[in-house]
């Protein structure tokens, strides 16, 4: 078992292994057959497993390596990558390699991304695909942030939207920018929007839309139906 704690005596991460290698200066260390916890003030943020990992400058970063995951049991959120890096003074987990994170209804993709334990919030970035089971929605952008507590899912960067009923598309929507209220199931879509509903059949062009998922309902300025 190694650990290391922070100046005031608080652990920053616990965590076993079944084989460990120090370099000659003990900065270095490689592991092997990596499970644990991660801390932030006293509390575990994060349980982590990963078929390898090394330690850096005295526990500063912790890099996990292969097969990894990383749920937060304060939120059930769980994250799998093939590498990510643990920074405790950030409260910060970078995922740099294929981040696939699912909480509840949602399940996402990403290139990388971020998850900052102290907000509980999840940046996507690159390629960025996230799916709603129920109502069926698939959204798909280059970066979006994730709200795990506060259940909404924001892009501030174009963004494609998909509604689907019985793996059929009944309704799809571009935008500059949205938010998804998850627990509502409501999404709010703003400038250069182009939205589209196969039944009823309607097309609208408009700078503000909000949508009820689970319906049709919109509240748009500058409307052109056809």
Same mark, same amino acid.
């Given at each position: 078992?190694?650990? /290391?704690?922070?100046?005031?005596?608080?652990?920053?991460?616990?965590?076993? #292994?079944?084989?460990?290698?120090?370099?000659?200066?003990?900065? +270095? $260390?490689?592991?092997? %057959?990596?499970?644990?916890?991660?801390?932030?003030?006293?509390?575990?943020?994060?349980?982590?497993?990963? %078929?390898? $990992? *090394?330690?850096?400058?005295?526990?500063?970063? #912790?890099?996990?390596?292969?097969?990894?995951?990383?749920?937060?049991?304060?939120?059930?959120?769980? &994250?799998?990558?093939?590498? +990510?890096?643990?920074?405790?003074? *950030?409260?910060?987990?970078?995922?740099?390699?294929?981040?696939?994170?699912?909480?509840?209804?949602?399940? =996402?993709? =990403?290139?990388?991304?971020?998850?900052?334990?102290?907000?509980?919030?999840?940046?996507? &970035?690159?390629? #960025?695909?996230?799916?709603?089971?129920?109502?069926?929605?698939?959204?798909?952008?280059?970066?979006?942030?994730?709200?795990?507590?506060?259940?909404?899912?924001?892009?501030?960067?174009?963004?494609? &939207? +998909?509604?689907?009923?019985?793996?059929? #598309?009944? %309704? /799809?929507? /571009?935008?500059?920018?949205?938010?998804?209220?998850?627990?509502?199931?409501?999404?709010?879509?703003?400038?250069?929007?182009?939205?589209?509903?196969?039944?009823?059949?309607?097309?609208?062009?408009?700078?503000?839309?909000?949508?009820?998922?689970?319906?049709?309902?919109? %509240?748009?300025?500058? *409307?052109?139906?056809?």
């Amino acid at each position: 078992t190694l650990e /290391q704690s922070n100046a005031d005596g608080q652990l920053v991460w616990k965590i076993k #292994v079944k084989k460990a290698n120090y370099s000659k200066d003990q900065r +270095v $260390g490689k592991l092997e %057959d990596v499970k644990g916890n991660l801390y932030q003030n006293g509390k575990v943020v994060l349980y982590i497993s990963a %078929d390898k $990992g *090394e330690v850096y400058k005295e526990g500063e970063s #912790v890099f996990l390596r292969e097969n990894i995951t990383a749920t937060d049991p304060r939120n059930g959120t769980i &994250i799998k990558s093939e590498e +990510v890096e643990w920074k405790p003074k *950030e409260g910060l987990l970078m995922v740099r390699k294929n981040l696939r994170g699912s909480q509840e209804n949602l399940s =996402a993709t =990403a290139l990388e991304g971020k998850y900052h334990t102290k907000k509980q919030e999840m940046e996507l &970035i690159g390629k #960025v695909e996230a799916t709603m089971r129920e109502p069926s929605l698939q959204l798909k952008g280059e970066r979006f942030y994730w709200e795990v507590p506060g259940k909404k899912i924001k892009s501030d960067l174009p963004i494609n &939207i +998909v509604k689907f009923k019985n793996k059929i #598309v009944t %309704d /799809q929507a /571009q935008a500059n920018r949205a938010e998804v209220d998850l627990k509502l199931h409501q999404l709010t879509a703003k400038e250069n929007i182009e939205y589209r509903s196969l039944e009823p059949p309607i097309s609208i062009s408009t700078n503000h839309l909000v949508w009820d998922c689970l319906l049709y309902t919109s %509240d748009a300025a500058d *409307e052109e139906d056809s």
